[in-house]
């Protein structure tokens, strides 16, 4: 018989099925029932109830969070010729957003207490080409957004937030998703709100940018078979937005619980060698991740494996070291706060359902590994 004691998901999605599981199924039945799987009832009344959640005026759902910033863009008339300033630590969907806009990402370094973009390190990068700032409110806290705006009000540039991982985070009592022109939402299922499958949102106080992506994302069209613009196909599908509806309700006690979890951790792993998440003045964070920081991240993370624990690092490559980005001619040592960081991070498993025992048992590990 095996000792091994029972793996620690990194997220436990079935965990959270199952307390929801009656609603989930009758919302489902609900739309299988109506048949308005295209755009039907549950997608405009999960945008009204997404906005209000946000405190914004408008939501527009899409595909996923990928097309949410793809779109924001576009909407923000930003394409060929223009530039964007982001940060490299962040998921590569990002940048690929900014490429698909047809634009340039500009990366800059990320600062090394919170991870996210280095307001100081944005000014230098502005050229007369640049139309936008992205900041990303990474692992659920949001970036420094009061300098940043500050900036953009300056250079006369827009502000896009990448709010992906940040759902109900807030900067100085405001949501993010309203602290920019506009910001993108992913709803992939592993976010602090996730759908069944792929999905995504807009959220804007601006109704010009709202109604450029309700035609962007379904054919350019306002009445059928008039196409005003070159458009796209990337709805949010009925079925999803009836799961997230039921979903969005819970949104605030699952975050509630995942700052619980955060701080018995941070009570924990007072003695562990590790740098545990620094909490920016101002931020309610929602730890989307609770990522630690340890020059000896192979070691810890083996540990916690050989513990049945599963864990992620978010990201082990910063865009400037990706393939992929290969063509905006950086190297190793380009951007060294991101390199460093991207090199020593691990995101421990962190999710509303999570028990006590499992936050104890991660921990006991990692305080002997480190
Ligand atoms: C998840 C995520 C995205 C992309 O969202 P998808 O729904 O997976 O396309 C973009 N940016 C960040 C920071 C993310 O975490």
């Known amino acids: 018989m095996s000792l091994m004691q029972k793996r620690i998901q990194f997220v436990d999605l079935q965990a959270q099925y199952q ?44 595909g996923n969070g990928t097309e949410a910033l793809h779109l924001a863009l576009m909407a923000c008339g930003i394409g060929p010729g223009d530039e964007v300033i982001t ?30 973009i280095d307001v100081s390190k944005i000014e230098a990068a502005i050229t007369p080409r640049t139309k936008a700032i992205l900041p990303v409110h990474l692992y659920g806290q949001p970036a420094d957004m009061d300098p940043i705006l500050e900036i953009a009000r300056r250079h006369k540039l827009q502000v896009i937030e990448d709010a992906c991982q940040a759902h109900g985070a807030e900067y100085k009592g405001r949501r993010c998703g309203t602290l920019g022109d506009i910001a993108a939402f992913s709803f992939y299922p592993g976010k602090n709100l996730g759908a069944c499958g792929d999905a995504g949102a807009i959220v804007t106080n601006r109704k010009d940018l709202a109604d450029q992506v309700w035609l962007l994302r379904n054919y350019g069209q ?11 196909n990337t709805r949010l599908d009925t079925l ?38 620094k909490l920016a003045p101002n931020a309610t964070h929602v730890y ?23 864990t992620g690092i978010h990201y082990p490559i910063p865009v400037h070291l990706q393939p ?18 991207a090199s020593e991070i691990l995101s421990l498993p962190i999710f509303p359902e999570i028990t006590r025992e499992d936050l104890e048992r991660v921990a006991t590990i990692c305080r002997q590994a480190s």
């Not at 940060?87 to 370094?109: C, E, M, S």
């Not at 306002?222 to 796209?232: M, R, S």
């Open 87 to 116: 940060t490299t630590h962040t998921f590569i969907a990002t940048a690929l957003a900014i490429h698909q806009a047809g634009a340039k990402p500009v990366l800059v370094d990320c600062e090394p207490n919170q991870y996210t």
């Open 240 to 277: 999803q937005a009836a799961v997230l509806r039921v979903k969005l309700r819970h949104l605030e006690s699952w975050n509630e619980a995942r700052r619980r979890a955060a701080a018995q951790y941070d009570e924990l792993l007072a003695s562990a060698q590790v740098v545990r998440p």
């Open 324 to 341: 992929a980005f290969a063509d905006l001619g950086f190297s190793r040592g380009s951007f060294p706060v991101a390199e460093a960081v």
């Open 288 to 310: 989307h991740l609770y990522v630690v920081r340890t020059p000896n991240r192979a070691k810890l993370q083996a540990a916690l494996e050989a513990g049945n624990v599963s």
């Open 19 to 62: 307390t929801i599981r009656a609603d989930v199924d009758v919302a489902v039945a609900g739309v299988l029932q109506r048949g308005d799987y295209i755009l039907g009832e549950d997608v405009k009344k999960f945008e009204e109830e997404f906005a209000a959640y946000c405190k914004a005026s408008h939501c527009v759902s899409v």
């Open 222 to 232: 306002k009445v059928k078979n008039e196409h005003l613009c070159k458009a796209f």
